[in-house]
């Protein structure tokens, strides 16, 4: 079952390396947010409400997942290794990540408002009066903070289950990938049916935002960058974001900053347009990396 597992992983980054994403009208992550969609809304208990939501919802993902493919690999083991492949390429992301950061970021240069549109892509923030460097700080934040949960957390949740069976990995993916969406959607101060949500991705982040920081150390080849990053991994409200950002602001040695909210390295400038494409190729050395984590933690 381990070389099934390495092989679904490599199917994985096949489909995303070529295709980057499912289509929108099937992709699984956003059948799922439809789902989501009409449970944001006001509630008499919101707290008893969300508490539910972040307790069912991914619990009911993960169980039809991996219930079907369990069902497939007792039919056929090959095939059921072709699913989990395809359920490894729904719940991550990278060569989407790249492609929109550096679009942004090449636009930054020829077209600021058009990067202003793009980066919506990635951003949550107001985007209308970014400068041109504040753009690319943005992408470079966005690539850093979303290797960690659009790619190491499901990653390793996959890795770890496969080690029990193919079915428990595919489960743990999508577990993971639901909480990060319910996050997503709901996980904002003005929600108070997002609260459960956010705590528990809280929680379900707190190693993959520390294995993504140590991994962008190795992939931009400055193991410092960790202990430096510590400075300001705290800076950000998120009790894990700030690790990959930190780290990789420190190792491109650069300040990466979202205004009002917080300063990554602070004694540096904003990236240029090189830097800030320096970034991303980072950030996909480490994407690499982790499917190579995840592989060995499956195989062994």
Not at 165 to 192: E, H, I, Q
């Amino acid at each position: 079952m381990s070389l099934t597992a390495v092989g679904a992983l490599g199917v994985g980054l096949v489909l995303d390396t070529v295709f980057e994403e499912f289509p929108q009208r099937v992709h699984p992550v956003a059948l799922f947010g439809r789902v989501v969609a009409p449970l944001d809304r006001s509630w008499s208990h919101p707290r008893f409400v969300g508490a539910t939501i972040a307790l069912c919802l991914p619990i009911g993902a993960a169980v039809v997942a991996g219930f079907a493919t369990a069902l497939v690999v007792a039919a056929n083991p090959a095939v059921g290794g072709v699913v989990a492949g395809l359920v490894v390429f729904a719940t991550t992301s990278l060569a989407r990540l790249v492609s929109v950061a550096e679009d942004v970021i090449d636009l930054t240069a020829t077209d600021p408002a058009a990067a202003r549109g793009s980066i919506r892509a990635l951003v949550g923030r107001k985007t209308d009066d970014l400068t041109p460097a504040q753009l690319r700080s943005a992408a470079v934040e966005s690539a850093a903070e979303n290797l960690a949960d659009g790619l190491v957390a499901p990653l390793v949740a996959f890795a770890l289950g496969a080690r029990v069976s193919l079915a428990v990995g595919v489960a743990g993916a999508v577990w993971v990938k639901a909480v990060n969406t319910l996050d997503s959607m709901l996980g904002y101060r003005s929600k108070p049916v997002g609260g459960a949500s956010a705590r528990l991705d809280d929680l379900v982040m707190w190693v993959p935002a520390r294995a993504s920081a140590v991994l962008l150390a190795v992939a931009g080849r400055s193991p410092r960058a960790l202990l430096q990053a510590q400075k300001w991994s705290h800076s950000p409200t998120s009790p894990n974001s700030g690790w990959p950002m930190a780290t990789l602001a420190t190792a491109l040695d650069v300040r990466l900053e979202k205004r009002g909210a917080y300063v990554l390295n602070p004694d540096t400038d904003l990236p240029s347009v090189e830097r800030a494409h320096e970034g991303v190729r980072v950030v996909g050395i480490a994407g690499l990396g982790a499917f190579a984590l995840a592989g060995m933690i499956a195989w062994f």
